[in-house]
């Protein structure tokens, strides 16, 4: 899920200002004043399984280790063994908890570790709470648990109409989202990637999931990885959950409801631990738990993060500078590049700037190539309307694009495997310089992840680790996807698969319908510019 559906609102917000302006003017209200203890990441655990773990997997001085996890079910697992396993601490950063059976899974086990003694804080981003407020509210009550929000809504909590009125009259400021994702568990190992924390993203989706990317970590980052949580959690930006909403009853009363929801098994399908090893002959985390070993690729590595201040548009909070940002790191280290650039990004709208450094690239040589989603995969169709601005230029420039399409990858079966029969779409942040440097985390390639949106990405200078990840997704042999190029007469671009019949080729948008295009292009004329 993606902030891009913000544009819908913009539109909204902008089809209705005229009319929305005097109810407004009565409706915004001031941010909660409440008091904010300040806290910090607790030191690691000693005594703690996952302390020991990381402790015993021989992670040279200096370095931190890495473990890629491209498997929903695996992913899953590995964030299920350290709320379990956890003795110390837990401190979760997400944009999106699901209300569906992986964000009542996490929400229990926030719960049971927190009554073993646990100090978890769990910091959300505040546009798609609305459905879990009831379980974020009895799950606040339970002590050791402190719950906080980016950017709350102030009113009409309850309610998308509420909402969406908040949102009209407080544009500016609610535009501006975490969409960062971070998972610390007794100071000791993290998760980072472009999970959020719903059935989707872990293949578990009856109807479509995500093809994803997550690294386990441990070592030296971890340490720097807790900083800038804290960072966040101490921010003027976040604000704790019972500041911006009152629970509304008893707390005995509120936990016998949470428990009903988060225990019921109608509502929430066994999850069991992989029992195969994984893309890369690995154990699932739990396993390699019991077994006492980990196998980690030993790198260097950097984390960047973008400050909670990034797009404040308070008096007191001047914007940071475009070079302080993940994306401006992101763009250096692209252009640092001698050989090959490989990037995914499933929303991936470059604009005139990313379009020229992406031309630099090419004139010096580099090859290039981008992995996205196909219009009629994408969960957010408009925004490819915006990639397809770019598209005919970018491959003038010889760069070569690769669209993930719901047709293509049903023939492919390491894909059909991975989705287990459900419709695929592209969620991967990554890409990959020289087949040396790695960078993932939570940033798309358009100019909300830029501008908008405060993201995380860790850079690891690692082959080793490229090779394991690029040939996890097949990257060079791309059976599941279209690529895109221009029609031999120069007319346009057209998209050609292959599979063992032989090469198809169309030269019509892939299963889009002409009305739906009409549609999305209508919807298109009235998205700002700076947003592309």
Sequence with gaps: MSSWRLWGLRFFASAAWVAATIVMSGCATPLPNAPRETSRALPPASGSPLVALVESSGIPSGHSGFWPIPQGAYALDARLTLLREATHSLDLQYYLLGNDGVG???????????????RVRLLLDDLYTQD????????????????????????????????????????????????????????????????????EYFLRSKDANFLDMDVLVGGQLVPELSSIFDRYWNSDQVFPLHAVDAAPGAASDLQRAFAHRVEDPALNPVISAPEEPDAMGRP????????????FVPARAIVV?????????????????????VTHRYIDTLRRAQSEIVIFSPYFVPGRKGVEYLREARDRGVEVRVITNAMSTSDEPIVN???????????????QLYELSATRSATDPALMQALGGSRGRLHAK???????????????????????????????DSPELAKLILDAYRADNFSGVYQVQLKPDGGGVQWSGHDPQGEQVLVDEPEVSVIQRFKLWLQFLFVPEDLL
């Design 104 to 118: 009542r899974a996490v929400m229990r086990e926030l719960r049971n570790a927190a009554m073993r003694g646990v």
């Design 132 to 199: 879990i407020e009831s379980d974020l509210l009895a799950l606040q009550t339970f002590a050791n648990v402190e719950i906080r929000l980016f950017n709350p809504f102030t009113f009409g909590r309850q309610s998308a109409s509420g909402r969406l009125l908040n949102f009209v009259g407080d544009f500016r400021r609610l535009n501006h989202r975490m969409h960062n994702k971070t998972f610390i568990a007794d100071g000791a190992l993290a998760v980072v990637g472009g999970r959020n924390l719903a059935d």
């Design 284 to 295: 699932p985390l739990s396993r390699a738990l019991r077994q006492g070993r980990q196998p």
């Design 305 to 325: 993060a973008d400050l909670p201040s990034k797009a404040d548009t308070r008096d007191h909070h001047p914007a940071p500078a475009f070079e302080d940002t």
């Design 385 to 399: 309307v915006g990639y397809q601005r770019y598209r005919e230029q970018l491959l003038r420039m010889g760069v």
């Design 430 to 460: 990554m890409a990959f310089v020289d087949r040396r440097i790695v960078m993932v985390g939570s940033m798309n390639v358009d100019l909300r992840s830029a501008y908008s949106n405060t993201e995380i990405g860790v850079g690891i």
